[in-house]
């Protein structure tokens, strides 16, 4: 996975690592099934049957304004590790587009910026004098990044920025932003711009799809970028942690297989690559709110060979029901066949 942000007359690309051997505890979403890939370890839940898996209502809520402010001022004050700015909210309530999003530039706060996406209820407060440093050469590494993060993890905890619930440290992945720099006919030079961390939101060890928590380390040693995502878990949280649907879920006992998924997503795109990535908790894009089941689910990348050369088409999700076998497969982005390309165009 890849992502690519222009810098001025950089380039940053994210590369996804291995963690380093303090965040990498077995991460209790998954454990190897007989076929070889991911199937997740389920957690006892109040049900006579030990496989029961739990059936839980998602929402993405709809942030207001003071909604938002009171998000993103917890988190920007560990940002900043300064108290919360005072015109956040005014800030914040400037700066609402026709669609409901934000991008508010907080004046009191030198370089903050603290922006609202709805589609996925996503929090995201920066230093925009750090995230836009492409010019410092002092890079304090992984391990001093990652000591980094957890120490902000925990005082984000302790302020009650974010939930404990679903959220280990242990389970958290690490990526890095790659900053490349260099003339024309020359090859580039690479560095470190940014150590982030993602810890996904899990429910009983299954993982949410799209939500959780994530931060990153600008290689100089200061926190950049904070971000809260993804829809909320509606449960009932027991003293050790796990979690039970409300009245709105349920549970249930599987009635199909990691093998029949397999063998189902094979048939249906017999000339993709197809990466399985075990049981996910899935609120699709658009929806606002349901009581989710966990699916198998895939990612997918169409391919074709044209003139003796492999070609990738735009890869997508595609989530089967473990409880259904002739239900119809969840997928997204939708593929579009009749695409022609930029719409705008």
């Known amino acids: 996975m890849k992502t690519k942000m222009t810098f001025s ?24 099934s007989q076929s070889g890939q991911d199937s997740p370890v389920i957690a006892a839940l109040s049900s006579p049957a030990a496989n029961a898996l739990g059936a839980f209502l998602l929402i993405r809520p709809d942030l207001s304004p003071q909604d938002v402010a009171a998000v993103a001022s917890p988190l920007t004050s560990v940002l900043y590790s300064a108290s919360a700015s005072q015109s956040l909210l005014e800030s914040v309530s400037k700066s609402v587009t026709p669609e409901g999003s934000v991008f508010a530039d ?6 903050l910026k603290v922006a609202y996406t709805r589609g ?13 440093d492409t010019a410092s050469l002092s890079d304090i590494g992984a391990a001093a990044a990652q000591s980094i993060f957890t120490s902000a993890f925990q005082s984000f905890l302790a302020t009650g920025a974010i939930s404990r619930t679903g959220l280990q440290i242990a ?15 020359q090859a580039p030079t690479e560095r470190v711009k940014e150590y982030a961390f993602r810890i996904p939101r899990t429910i009983n060890g299954v993982e949410v799809f799209n939500a959780g928590f ?11 970028r904070i971000k809260t995502f993804g829809p909320k878990v509606q449960s009932v949280v027991a003293a050790d ?7 709105s879920g349920y549970t249930f006992v599987p009635s199909v297989t990691n093998a029949a998924t397999d063998a189902r997503i094979a048939a249906d795109y017999p000339t993709a690559q197809v990466k399985p990535l075990g049981l996910r908790y899935w609120l699709p894009e658009g929806v606002i709110s349901a009581v989710v089941e966990p699916r198998e689910m895939y990612f997918v990348v169409p391919t074709a060979t044209v003139e003796g050369h492999t070609v990738h088409a735009r890869g997508f999700y595609v989530a089967y029901s473990m409880s259904n076998s002739g239900s119809v497969a969840t997928v997204w982005p939708t593929p579009n066949p009749a695409a022609t390309g930029d719409v705008r165009k």
């Open 241 to 247: 942690g796990s979690e039970a649907p409300t009245a």
């Open 106 to 111: 907080v004046s009191d706060v030198p370089g």
């Open 171 to 185: 389970n958290a992945h690490a990526s890095q932003l790659i900053q490349g720099e260099g003339r024309s006919g």
């Open 9 to 32: 007359n950089t380039v940053a690309v994210r590369r996804w690592v291995l963690v380093a051997p303090a965040l990498v505890a077995i991460v209790l979403a998954s454990c190897t």
């Open 120 to 132: 996925n209820s996503t929090v995201l407060a920066f230093n925009e004098r750090i995230t836009r």
């Open 214 to 224: 994530e931060a990153s380390v600008h290689r100089s040693g200061q926190l950049a």
